[in-house]
């Protein structure tokens, strides 16, 4: 029977069963000689297969909170309970070694080569050479670092977004059901930090790990997190899903903390699929119906290429700009900014026509979605 394990029993599918895979209940942190808590009575859970971002100002105890969830630090009072069981009743090493750790400042050994420091939890999971080397090459390439060029540096040959990097490729070695990240991509440059988060996700929704990520960045809480936990000092202020943090602040000091760009943010939140596109014409014929349907002239594969008709406009003057249905809101005011187009016609996958979006819509079409939630 057992050399016979039912894989799929043993593994559980990505988000499947939601279970609770963290549960903090009433943690407390006061450092020795500290006066008043680093954290106090903290209460959250994260479930199985979720992102929960915690974000909050300089000092305010993110980082305390990882490390006490890993057992770096030992919680003052309270319990923290890892797929059901206390943590403060487990072997601290063993415990490390099934959860993925990005230290804030890199963190990487300065005597080790850069292989050698993505490869340290494997070797002391006794994974044989050969296995280790290549996935120290699988991750680096994962993580935009070309394997020939820096596995056998060191890490003060590296840039601070690269060290960066190496962090996640190492607490991603042994694949480790659960992660913690603390500010993994904040050295990086807005644009390879857009493609390593859209490369995370990517990842996120094959493995389905449980993963607590530290972020000074808004922009980057709402992209990524199923979850934000917004901290003030030492206090968790609000837990609760992108949508609900920016809509509805739970009290002033997250309204001041979210901040005046939140009706923007939300853009990048509203999936043109959810909304009530006006319906966009292909048929050739329907030009001169005055019936207020804007038309577009397509290619031999139905793609659309041009205005044919416009309502009260001069077709021939208005660029035709195209955005896909899987993208957001926030993806149609860019392309309609860099087209200086006051209009933009939604496709899908194969490029055809689903429908028309107004700049004047955008006002509206976002006041009804808050109407129906
Ligand atoms: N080892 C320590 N001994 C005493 N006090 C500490 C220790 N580590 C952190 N603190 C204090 O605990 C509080 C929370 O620190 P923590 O590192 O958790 O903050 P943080 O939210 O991660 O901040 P940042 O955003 O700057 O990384 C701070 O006031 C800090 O000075
Ligand atoms: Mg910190």
């Keep these: 029977m057992s050399d016979n394990p039912d894989q799929t029993a043993v593994v559980p599918e990505p988000g499947a069963g939601q279970t609770d895979t963290i549960v903090l209940e009433g943690v407390e942190k006061i450092y020795p000689g500290g006066t008043s808590p680093a954290v106090s009575q903290l209460d959250m859970t994260i479930k199985q297969g979720e992102i929960v971002m915690l974000i909050g100002p300089s000092g305010c105890g993110k980082t305390t909170t990882l490390k006490m969830i890993n057992r770096l630090i030992e919680p003052t009072s309270g319990r923290i309970l890892l797929d059901g069981k206390d943590v403060t009743h487990v072997n601290g090493d063993l415990l490390r070694r099934q959860i993925g750790y990005v230290i804030q400042q890199g963190g990487l050994f300065p005597h080790f080569t850069i292989a050698d420091n993505i490869g340290v939890v494997p070797r002391m999971l006794g994974w044989d050479k050969q296995k280790t080397k290549e996935r120290a090459d699988e991750l680096l390439h994962l993580v935009g670092l070309e394997p020939s060029t820096f596995r056998d540096r060191y890490p003060r040959q590296l ?109 990048s939140l509203l999936e043109l699929a959810r909304l009530e596109l006006h319906p966009i014409e292909t048929d050739e014929k329907a030009v001169g119906n005055s019936n207020g349907t804007p038309v577009v002239e397509i290619d031999a594969s139905g793609k659309p290429v041009s205005w044919r008709h416009l309502p009260g406009a001069d077709a021939s003057g208005v660029a035709l700009v195209t955005v896909p249905i899987s993208g957001t809101v926030y993806d149609a005011v860019d392309v309609m900014l860099d087209g200086a187009a006051s209009l933009v016609a939604v496709v899908d996958d194969d490029g055809r026509a689903q429908g028309v979006l107004h700049w004047n819509d955008l006002v509206s079409g976002l006041r009804t979605r808050e109407r129906d939630a």
Excluded at 164 to 191: S, Y
Excluded at 199 to 224: M, N, P, S, W, Y
């Design 159 to 267: 840039s601070g977004g690269q060290q960066q990097r190496v962090g996640v490729a190492r607490a991603l070695a042994a694949n480790p059901p659960v992660m913690l990240m603390d500010e993994p991509f904040g050295a990086i440059d807005p644009i390879t930090r857009d493609r390593l988060q859209d490369e995370f996700l990517e990842i996120q929704r094959t493995v389905g790990k449980t993963i607590a990520f530290v972020t000074h960045d808004l922009q980057e809480a709402v992209k990524l997190g199923d979850k934000i936990a917004v901290f003030a000092t030492g206090k968790l202020e609000q837990y609760a899903d992108p949508e609900t943090v920016l809509t509805r602040p739970a009290n002033d000091f997250v309204s001041d903390f979210v901040g005046g760009g939140a009706a923007v943010r939300r853009l």
